[in-house]
């Protein structure tokens, strides 16, 4: 399974989880098969308006089947709901054990 955590840094080792779901800085995408990462700038992350629905997209576009994070908005939300991708909110501390914690 692959797992999207909203990241404030690229190192999975040492980044912490972005309280920031649709302008985090960085998306660290963990498969929990191979236990390989990879980081992906936030490509919404300077968008004018609708970041979250477009984080959303790009996630779903990587596969991801679930989402850790701080918070979401309710729009963002729905939208991970519709397209099948589990969300786990309200998350703090560092994304290796956030990884840990909820894989």
Not at 19 to 29: A, E, H, L, Q
Request: aromatic letters at 8%; a neutral charge.
């Amino acid at each position: 399974m692959k797992i999207g955590i909203s990241s404030t840094d690229s190192d999975f080792e040492t980044a912490g989880v972005d309280p920031r779901f649709g302008r985090c800085n960085f998306f660290i995408i963990y498969d929990t098969e191979t236990k390989e990462y990879k980081a992906y700038p936030n490509p919404a992350k300077e968008a004018v308006g609708g970041a979250a629905m477009r984080a959303v997209e790009f996630l779903r576009e990587k596969g991801v089947e679930k989402v850790i994070t701080g918070n979401v908005g309710p729009n963002a939300e729905s939208a991970l709901g519709a397209a099948g991708i589990e969300l786990v909110k309200g998350v703090t501390g560092k994304v290796k054990e956030a990884v840990e914690r909820y894989k």
